[in-house]
């Protein structure tokens, strides 16, 4: 077992023999099951399918998406890379990265941004799109510089799971955090689509300024 | 050293045993690729090598990943009158000596070049990520950029239009909800109707 997958400990799959969508729902209900008293930053908002079978059980919710869906959530209409660099993000405890293609760019900067305490949780909900760019040998910048690897990294296609599990654990380093508990789920269609819901636990304080 | 000359036999699979004296452990990784390349490859390896007593004394892992695969048969070779410190010695030998070897750094890279360029993964070869990134040549137009996570200052505009008659009442409505939120402030216009 590699030293990666021993930091990510056990993996729990979900039962996903059904399409995707209860799956993402029920990584999502674990990760607010884990972590229920947390607001949710949801910066793949859309027109709200996660929030209506999931995140409007949590204290709180703001969502983030390109486009203006007038609905009854309080969300920003502006690219969430912006958002993200624009609000304190100490206001949340969970952050829904349902990208279509590839989350780690806005996981970088959660983890760049969000100081996480000793012994507090944060949770994470990610959808990582990328497989099949890793099977045609393509390693997405954002996603090598948080597994520790340079973008011409070969073997990536029959090594996606390593990979992943390299940026799971280089993302819980960033964020000074231990990676509490882990769920994943399969995608069915043929981009082999993978979910994660992940929580992390601080383990050291940040250093002083 | 014994004249007979080795001869090749397959064995079922299921009648050989692993020796109860074999001090080294496979791991998953290297079973998992071991097997992925017999699968991909066939066996061209070498046949394991057993005693009389049908205890194997090389091809452990080999012998491991034939049953995962489901082989019936696999190609052994059986040494006989070997004594018990010969079988011990062999079984400690046959891999540590394997340790004391050393890659040829330019051979393997082109080597492994090559197998990337007929589509063959190194992954399988029981290399990990870390390794195959440290061997082979950097595409010097990968650049690898840092996400910037700095803040920003970036601001945002809303419009509200509507008929003339509305504005007055809008434009009250609005200074008070934003009286709330620091830096936001409300602009107006008109635009004249055709």
């Known amino acids: 077992m590699s030293r990666f997958s021993e930091r990510l400990g056990k993996v729990a799959k979900v039962d996903n023999h059904a399409r995707s969508m209860p799956d993402k729902v029920a990584l999502r209900r674990r990760v607010l099951e884990a972590v229920p008293s947390a607001q949710v930053f949801d910066a793949f908002a859309g027109s709200g399918q996660m929030y209506q079978r999931v995140w409007r059980d949590a204290p709180g919710y703001v969502g983030c998406d390109l486009r ?25 405890g969970i952050f829904d990265l349902d990208a279509y293609g590839s989350p780690w760019e806005q ?38 510089q948080v597994a520790g690897l340079r973008p011409t990294a070969v073997g990536a ?53 | 050293m014994g004249k007979s000359r080795l001869k090749i036999v397959y064995r079922k699979t299921a009648e050989l045993r692993p020796h109860p004296k074999n001090p080294r452990h496979h791991s998953e990784t290297k079973l998992a690729a071991l097997a992925a390349y017999v699968k991909r490859v066939g066996w061209i390896g070498s046949p394991i090598v057993i005693d009389s007593a049908d205890q194997i004394l090389k091809g452990h892992a080999l012998w491991t990943v034939a049953g995962r695969l489901e082989l019936a048969e696999v190609p052994t070779i059986t040494v006989a009158g070997l004594s018990e410190a010969d079988s011990i010695g062999h079984l400690i030998a046959d891999n540590q000596l394997a340790l004391i070897s050393t890659w040829d750094q330019g051979k393997l890279r082109d080597g492994l070049v090559a197998l990337k360029d007929a589509g063959v993964d190194a992954g399988d070869l029981g290399f990990d990520v870390a ?26 505009w809303i419009s509200v239009r509507g008929p003339l008659a509305a504005q007055a009442m809008a434009l009250q409505k609005l200074r008070t909800l934003m009286a709330e939120l620091p830096g936001v402030s409300v602009e107006q216009g008109t635009v004249e109707g055709v």
């Open chain 1, 68 to 92: 203006w869906f007038p609905d009854d959530r309080v969300a920003f209409v502006a690219d969430n890379r912006r958002v993200l660099r624009s609000i304190d993000l100490g206001a949340f």
């Open chain 1, 107 to 144: 996981a970088l900067i959660v983890a760049g941004r969000r100081m996480v305490r000793p012994g507090e949780l944060v949770g994470l909900c990610l959808t990582e799109g990328s497989m099949m760019k890793l099977k045609l040998g393509g390693l997405p910048k954002a996603l090598a």
């Open chain 1, 157 to 209: 296609a029959q090594s996606a799971d390593e990979i992943m599990q390299r940026a799971i654990t280089g993302l819980a380093d960033r964020m000074r955090c231990r990676i509490a508990k882990a769920w994943m789920a399969r995608g069915k269609s043929a981009a082999e689509v993978r979910y994660y819901g992940l929580v992390f636990e601080g383990v050291t304080p940040a250093p002083a300024h």
């Open chain 2, 131 to 156: 390794s195959i990134d440290d061997l082979l040549p950097v595409d010097a137009s990968a650049e690898l950029e840092e996400v910037d996570f700095s803040a920003v200052r970036d601001r945002f």
